[in-house]
């Protein structure tokens, strides 16, 4: 029965992934047939596809009660995209970091995190009896209200980029080789059924296994969940790294890293409020640090050198040594 388990959430993996390539392939393609720029496509559908696969597993996990993987996929996704994808990228060649996102992206990331960690941790981190609670134990909530406003910021944002890229437009190349209108329509719809399946089983065999194990569902969210569903951010930033165009992953992953915080996260709230165990807390905070720390590392010389990689994937092992000895 484990054996099967694990080879649901493999397949279960594979479907989100193969499921955002053809969601993206679409949506893009049908975005040049309706002639929307392709850097607002960039910014908006790209980024969007490579963090389906973290909305489809929290989604169904608020729909079905299973909040910590909700809140743990989302955050342990951030960790890896930042520490994992980054630091291989880095570790392979110098990431150039490009000064919008210096002074756009990564501020509104580390506000985001801390907007999260703090309203959702409020009642139990600053009060005399939080050490006093035990990892499992309920230390606060991802309410309404802050759904609300993570949706919200999320809507003003999105504004802000369309605003931006119209007041700096770009000329499109001639695409003469558009995809028929009826197969991006197709692209579309089975990359959304595969995300969908692929998230239900994710969820299920991720709650089977954990239970097997003896595992919490925040420490199995916090690590394979999230990995499995950073995948196309993995993919996509390793590739662009390899080909020389690395000033695309850090796009890619801070880009990515907003919209799980501020529309999967608020999104699965406004479905469900979302509990936030004592492990949780811990985790939020780790990725506060770990946002704060990559943008320093890029303000040095606009850029992540191979060496800051090395400390980043390092960190990314010190993180989840922690998270399981905990």
């Known amino acids: 029965m484990l054996f099967l ?5 493999l397949i279960a993996f594979v479907a989100l992934v193969k499921g955002a390539d053809f969601f993206v392939d679409g949506s893009s393609a049908l975005a040049k047939i309706f002639k929307i720029p392709s850097v607002i496509i960039g910014l908006t559908v790209v980024a969007f596809g490579t963090s389906l696969p973290e909305l489809a597993v929290s989604t169904v996990a608020a729909f079905d009660g299973a909040s910590e993987i909700a809140l743990s996929n989302v955050v342990g996704s951030n960790i890896f995209n930042l520490l994992v994808v980054l630091g291989v990228c880095a570790a392979i060649h110098p990431v150039p970091v490009d000064g919008a996102i210096l002074k756009r992206d990564f501020p509104l990331s580390i506000i985001s995190s801390i907007l999260v960690f703090v309203i959702s941790s409020f009642s139990s981190v600053f009060c005399n009896d939080f050490f006093r609670l035990k990892m499992n134990d309920n230390a606060g909530f991802v309410h309404r209200t802050l759904a609300i406003i993570l949706l919200l910021v999320f809507v003003f944002y999105i504004v802000h980029l369309v605003v931006e890229t119209r007041k700096n437009p770009t000329k499109d190349e001639n ?51 999230a990995i499995g569903t950073s995948l196309p951010e993995l993919v996509t930033s390793v590739v662009a790294a390899r080909k020389g165009e690395t000033s695309l992953a850090v796009g890619n992953v801070v880009g990515s890293n907003i919209f799980n915080l501020l529309f999967i996260l608020g999104v699965s709230a406004a479905i469900k409020p979302i509990s936030v165990n004592v492990a949780s807390v811990y985790d939020m905070a780790i990725l506060v640090f770990v946002t704060i720390i990559s943008w320093i590392f890029s303000l040095s010389k606009k850029q992540i050198a191979r060496q800051e990689g090395i400390v980043m994937l390092l960190c990314y092992v010190a993180s989840t040594v922690f998270a399981i000895l905990r």
């Open 175 to 225: 695409d003469n080789s558009l995809i028929p209108l009826w197969k991006t329509c197709l692209f579309i719809l089975v990359g959304l059924a595969l995300i969908i399946a692929g998230g239900k089983g994710v969820v299920y065999s991720s709650q089977a296994i954990a239970r097997a194990f003896g595992m919490s569902e925040t420490l199995i969210g916090l690590t394979i969940v």
């Open 5 to 9: 388990n694990f080879a649901v959430l």
